[in-house]
């Protein structure tokens, strides 16, 4: 099983600042199957990339990810109100998927 | 596009098994395969296993292959979860989530609403 391990668990920040989130994975893999989830209280997680940096549908472009290898990041270049929330990674990539145990994104 | 609705709320007692519906609709069944995703009270999302309807081949987490499975209805485009053995940790909210594709590997473009399972004596 590949483990996926986010920092920091809680990040506090005020709209209209940059918010820069970290997903490590305990080997190496394929970065097309690294995806990133937003959830927001009582919600189903939403899609919010995949393949490492490709936007799902209707997603604000201030949102972007990046990485290879073992390490991944998820920028929001501006945050906006209704940003604050739980951020997961996921990897799909391998016969068991897995998710990181998620960032909180709380206002500051 | 798919729409994933769930079956409601479940309370369960230890020991005792529990099965979870998921039906799909708005496009076609076995274009897509499908995930259960759980998630304990307070913590995060936990993959336990998915399910390719086209070819009906299940593929389990590990830690929980000994007691959940996975099976589908193509008459009713339905999705099944079954946990057996239940203890108080396996008390989550249950979603189902679909993959675009009759295969594996790709992201977890629709979700169902979420179903709390509640183990308690």
């Known amino acids: 099983e590949i483990v996926l391990t986010q920092s920091p668990g809680t990040l506090s920040l005020s709209p209209g600042e940059r918010a820069t989130l970290s997903c490590r994975a305990s080997?190496?893999?394929?970065?097309?199957?690294l995806a990133w989830y937003q959830q927001k209280s009582g919600r189903a997680p939403r899609l919010l990339i995949y393949?490492?940096?490709t936007r799902a549908t209707g997603i604000p472009d201030r949102f972007s990810g990046s990485g290879s290898g073992t390490d991944f990041t998820l920028t929001i270049s501006r945050l906006e109100p209704e940003d604050f929330a739980v951020y997961y990674c996921?990897?799909?990539?391998?016969?068991?998927?897995?998710f990181g145990q998620g960032t909180k994104l709380e206002v500051k | 596009q798919v729409q994933l609705v769930q079956s409601g709320a479940e309370v369960k007692q230890p020991g005792s098994s529990v099965k979870v519906s998921c039906k799909s609709s708005?496009?076609?069944?076995?274009?897509?395969?499908f995930s259960w995703v759980r998630q304990a009270p307070g913590q995060g999302l936990e993959w336990m296993g998915g399910i390719i309807p086209v070819f009906d081949s299940a593929s389990y987490a590990h830690r929980l292959e000994d007691r959940v499975t996975i099976t589908t209805d193509r008459s009713t485009t339905t999705v099944y979860m079954e946990l057996r053995s239940l203890t108080s940790t396996d008390t989550a909210l249950y979603y189902c989530?679909?993959?675009?594709?009759?295969?594996?590997?790709?992201?977890?473009?629709?979700w169902g609403q979420g179903t709390l399972v509640s183990v308690s004596s």
């Open positions: 080997r190496l893999f394929d970065s097309r199957y």
């Open positions: 393949g490492t940096s």
């Open positions: 708005g496009d076609t069944f076995t274009n897509y395969a």
């Open positions: 996921q990897q799909y990539g391998s016969s068991e998927y897995s």
């Open positions: 989530a679909a993959e675009v594709g009759n295969d594996f590997n790709h992201p977890f473009d629709y």
